[in-house]
């Protein structure tokens, strides 16, 4: 689980932030009742120039969200670290990732994994490479290099958007994944014509983390920030709300916020709330298709709140992670430091098995509120096929 290894790129500053007005009653309940606003206008900018929860990413940089990605897996072996064994357990290991990807967005995105069915060697020893925390990006693009023009004789590179890169069990000096991203300014990699300009180099981990590595790390090449912690507690943030925290929680999913920026939710999905006043809307848990995916509550040119339904079905933590899930986001917050936080309830008692953070999610009755924005978060009615919410500011 790992960031992209490219330099972040200089700030954006062509998007216009939006001028919040507070003025009125601080009462919710006195507070004036504004046409629903279009969903464009909770939709925020981002700041940091990389991966980050603006919907202004750039498509140059990262590649579409949406529609079928063809993936090469490539299986590499090293010098110092040949593998004599079949591919087959490898390839195995990540072919859920395809069928999750497919369901978590809706059917909107696809992954198409090709295997190369046979052991491709390394010019150099696997310790030759670097792999560390903080890699740089010439390192690991030479990696990548080297990868793609060992196996250049075996495959037509001009067939695939993305490569994935997994190394033999026995290579321990490779023992997290990064994702590659091209740098537009360079001369780059290319193979067969075509610039390779996506990819996932696993390590050891994907043994540890599972399949859905895989869709943390492409998401990245969708734009997706890190949201477990560079410093500090490593899951303070979101916990296992989101796949691209942490991978094995207890309802790993990506946030409705997420589906909206990949474009896996339509804008009639979203309900926004932009100015002072109130919104009572009905939301679909985001594990199902269809109906309300988000409430969102815009309180600044960078920040909103957010509030969706979750029902975690088939886990065997779902009596950790089900209801109405809030948390903030800020599309200024660079990845790993926090650019979504959930808001949390302080539970009394965690039961085996769940953590505080599982049980962020609020059941009718409940609410959440912000003094320093004026934002309220109130759980009005909840059941197996959704929550009702009131969303308010003023």
């Known amino acids: 689980m790992s960031a992209p290894s490219l330099r972040p790129r200089p700030l954006a500053t062509a998007a216009v932030a939006l001028t919040m007005c507070l003025a009125g ?16 206008a909770c939709a925020l900018p981002g700041r940091t120039g990389w991966t980050d929860e603006g919907h202004d990413t750039d498509r140059t940089q990262f590649q579409p969200s949406t529609g079928t990605h063809r ?26 990732a395809a069928q999750w990807m497919r369901a978590v967005s809706y059917g909107r995105s696809r992954l198409a994994l090709t295997p190369l069915r046979r052991w491709i060697r390394m010019p150099a020893a696997s310790t030759s490479y670097d792999f560390a925390r903080g890699i740089t990006f010439e390192a690991h693009e030479k990696y990548v290099r080297d990868a793609v023009t060992a196996a250049d004789p075996y495959a037509d590179f001009s067939r695939y958007d993305m490569v994935y890169i997994v190394p033999t069990k026995a290579a321990t ?22 610039r390779v300009k996506w990819g996932v180099t696993f390590g050891q981990d994907m043994w540890r983390w599972g399949p859905k590595v895989a869709d943390h790390e492409t998401a990245h090449t969708f734009g997706l920030p890190d949201l477990y912690s560079f410093t500090g507690d490593t899951h303070q943030y979101v916990g296992g709300w989101d796949v691209m925290g942490n991978i094995a929680g207890a309802a790993p999913q990506y946030l409705g916020w997420h589906s909206w920026k990949l474009g896996w939710i339509r804008d009639d999905q979203v309900a926004c709330l932009a100015a002072p006043g109130q919104r009572t809307v009905r939301l679909t848990p985001v594990e199902r298709p269809g109906g309300t995916k988000i409430a969102v509550l815009r309180t600044g040119g960078t920040t909103a709140y957010v509030a969706e339904s979750r ?7 779902a009596a950790c992670s089900t209801g109405v899930l809030v948390y903030k986001v800020d599309s200024a917050a660079a990845t790993g430091e926090g650019p979504v936080r959930i808001a949390p309830t302080h539970p009394t008692t965690v039961p085996t098995g769940c953590t505080a953070l599982d049980l962020a999610a609020r059941t009718a009755g409940q609410s ?27």
Do not use: C, M, W
């Open 25 to 40: 009653s601080s009462a919710a309940s006195a507070a004036p009742r504004p046409h629903p606003a279009a969903p464009a």
């Open 71 to 96: 993936v090469l897996t490539l299986f590499v072996d090293f010098p110092d670290a040949p593998e004599t064994g079949s591919t087959a357990p490898y390839a195995a290991q990540l072919a859920p």
């Open 173 to 194: 000096a490779v023992p997290f994944s990064p994702t590659y991203l091209y740098d537009p300014a360079t001369a780059g990699i290319t193979a067969d014509g075509t």
């Open 311 to 317: 029902r975690a079905e088939g886990n065997d933590t």
């Open 368 to 394: 959440f509120t912000d003094p320093d924005t004026g934002a309220r978060i109130d759980v009005l009615a909840g059941g197996p096929a959704g929550d009702t919410v009131r969303i308010s500011k003023g």
